[in-house]
T-cell receptor, first 114, second 114 residues
Framework: EPEVTQTPSHQVTQMGQEVILRCVPI?????FYWYRQILGQKVEFLVS????????KSEIFDDQFSVERPDGSNFTLKIRSTKLEDSAMYFC????????????FGPGTRLTVL | SQELEQSPQSLIVQEGKNLTINCTSS?????LYWYKQKYGEGLIFLMM?????EEKSHEKITAKLDEKKQQSSLHITASQPSHAGIYLC??????????????FGRGTQLTVWP
């Protein structure tokens, strides 16, 4: 069964460093998302992406964040200068369409900022 | 924004017992999703409900969306240790939303002891 994959599973970085989190969405899906979950808190929406453009972003997704689909399979989240409060589990998701379509989530990347 | 309250926060049941988890929304629900998460892992899609009064079942798990579309329940019959995990409800932002952003509740931690 097709699934969303994410790499790495765990990333440790120093504050101020740039990190890139990678995702491979399900192949026939057209909509891509990033969410994050700080330990003990709700899963929070960051951004949605369609047709090589950001469709929607939350207030969390500030200028430090960017997303890209560099080729036909990968979808990346870049954090330019990490802060301690960026430590969280980051989930990628994808769906065939948007709106009320089911989003399938990857296993997540645990980001630890020291 | 959409606020989702889940109850209870945690549930400990003996294997074989039935249980119910509730999800109440601050607004009318247009697309209610149930996911299961094991600690530190990704979200596994369980079911999606859209219509008031809708009920769906998969194996021993049944989810319902009430007529007024502001509350959903997830019922597990004859619980097993494999049902243990965190159950999350998620909702689309608004009617006819084409953007796909999901809002999540805090989750219900289910423990099933043998």
């Amino acid at each position: 069964e097709p699934e969303v994959t994410q790499t790495p599973s765990h990333q440790v970085t120093q504050m101020g460093q740039e990190v890139i989190l990678r995702c491979v969405p399900i192949s026939n899906h057209l909509y891509f998302y990033w969410y994050r979950q700080i330990l003990g808190q709700k899963v929070e929406f960051l951004v949605s992406f369609y047709n090589n453009e950001i469709s929607e972003k939350s207030e969390i997704f500030d200028d430090q964040f960017s997303v890209e689909r560099p080729d036909g399979s990968n979808f990346t989240l870049k954090i330019r200068s990490t802060k301690l409060e960026d430590s969280a589990m980051y989930f990628c998701a994808s769906s065939v369409t948007s709106g009320a379509d089911t989003q399938y989530f990857g296993p997540g990347t645990r980001l630890t900022v020291l | 924004s959409q606020e989702l309250e889940q109850s209870p926060q945690s549930l400990i049941v003996q294997e074989g017992k039935n249980l119910t988890i509730n999800c109440t929304s601050s607004k009318t629900l247009y697309g209610l999703y149930w996911y299961k998460q094991k600690y530190g892992e990704g979200l596994i899609f369980l079911m999606m409900l859209q219509k008031g009064g809708e009920e769906k079942s998969h194996e021993k798990i049944t989810a319902k969306l009430d007529e007024k579309k502001q509350q959903s329940s997830l019922h597990i019959t004859a619980s097993q240790p494999s049902h243990a995990g965190i159950y999350l409800c998620g909702a689309a932002g608004s009617r006819g939303s084409t953007l796909g952003r999901l809002y999540f509740g805090r989750g219900t931690q289910l423990t099933v002891w043998p």
